[in-house]
């Protein structure tokens, strides 16, 4: 597998709007265009170092990961913040085209990188009945008309047969997938292995949960 990230100094490719953006909305940080680029990539480079996407590219958008995930694009909350303290939010693609930026996380997160991606082709999808059941009992309102695991497993597998984006994140060193449940107010926090082909469905989280299940990344040691 080739590591994309660290083989490409120009692994982003950063374009005027964002340069100007941030010498605009930063002026006490930044003074020149250059001062823009440089930091950029240094703080780019510093989390690629961490977060390792590897992969095979596929055409000119898409990158084929070792679990065996079509990344189709990448959010970076940068870390800089603005008065109001909204970060700036960076979207590209996995192989570093610019698609946009906002100043939209409010969250704690200082610097980090997800990656939206379309589910593994598994060809088994195993539900933790248990632990899904006792979380949807804790919870009320909305929850209450999600209460039949079938609905669940249908919306997995449109979402696969689909190639439906979600988010792909890694949690306490594991690869992680959030399915939202648009119904249900909530998220299905799951699990691939690509060895047995199973895809796992581990827990339910709500929104403020799947927000803090993002916001504790730990990718030091995890590749792909």
Same mark, same amino acid.
């Given at each position: /597998?080739?590591?994309?990230?660290?083989?490409?100094?120009?692994?982003? &490719?950063?374009?005027? @709007?964002?340069?100007?953006?941030?010498?605009? #909305?930063?002026?006490?940080?930044?003074?020149?265009?250059?001062?823009?680029? +440089?930091?950029?990539?240094? &703080?780019?480079?510093? %989390?690629?170092?961490?977060?390792?996407?590897?992969? !095979?590219?596929?055409?000119?958008?898409?990158?084929?990961?070792? $679990?065996?995930?079509? %990344? #189709?694009?990448?959010?970076?909350?940068?870390?800089?913040?603005?008065?109001?303290? &909204?970060?700036?939010?960076? /979207?590209?693609? @996995? #192989?570093?085209?610019?698609?946009?930026?906002?100043?939209?996380?409010?969250?704690?997160? +200082? %610097? =980090?990188?997800?990656?939206? =991606?379309?589910?593994?082709?598994?060809?088994?999808?195993? %539900?933790?009945?248990?632990?899904?059941?006792?979380?949807? &009992?804790?919870?009320?309102? @909305? /929850? =209450?008309?999600?209460?039949?695991?079938?609905?669940?497993?249908?919306?997995?597998?449109?979402?696969?047969?689909? $190639?439906?984006?979600?988010?792909?994140?890694?949690?306490?060193?594991?690869?992680?997938?959030?399915?939202?449940? @648009?119904?249900?107010? =909530?998220?299905?926090?799951?699990?691939?292995?690509? !060895?047995?082909?199973?895809?796992?469905?581990?827990?339910?989280?709500? +929104?403020? /949960?799947?927000?803090?299940?993002? #916001?504790?990344?730990?990718?030091?040691?995890?590749?792909?």
């Amino acid at each position: /597998m080739t590591n994309y990230s660290r083989i490409r100094e120009d692994f982003f &490719r950063i374009q005027k @709007p964002l340069i100007q953006d941030m010498l605009r #909305t930063l002026s006490c940080t930044f003074k020149t265009p250059k001062d823009v680029i +440089n930091a950029i990539k240094h &703080r780019l480079a510093s %989390i690629s170092d961490i977060y390792e996407l590897e992969g !095979e590219e596929i055409g000119s958008d898409f990158i084929l990961t070792q $679990d065996e995930t079509i %990344i #189709t694009e990448i959010l970076w909350l940068s870390g800089w913040r603005r008065s109001d303290g &909204r970060m700036l939010c960076i /979207m590209m693609t @996995p #192989t570093g085209k610019y698609i946009g930026h906002s100043w939209d996380h409010t969250g704690p997160v +200082n %610097i =980090a990188i997800l990656a939206k =991606a379309v589910i593994p082709m598994f060809e088994k999808l195993e %539900i933790s009945y248990q632990h899904v059941r006792q979380a949807m &009992r804790r919870r009320r309102g @909305p /929850m =209450a008309f999600f209460s039949d695991s079938e609905l669940l497993r249908n919306l997995i597998l449109n979402f696969r047969d689909t $190639d439906t984006e979600v988010l792909r994140t890694i949690h306490k060193q594991e690869i992680s997938y959030l399915v939202q449940i @648009p119904y249900a107010n =909530a998220f299905a926090a799951c699990s691939y292995n690509k !060895e047995t082909k199973v895809f796992h469905v581990n827990t339910i989280l709500s +929104n403020w /949960m799947a927000s803090k299940h993002i #916001t504790s990344l730990q990718p030091q040691s995890v590749n792909g």
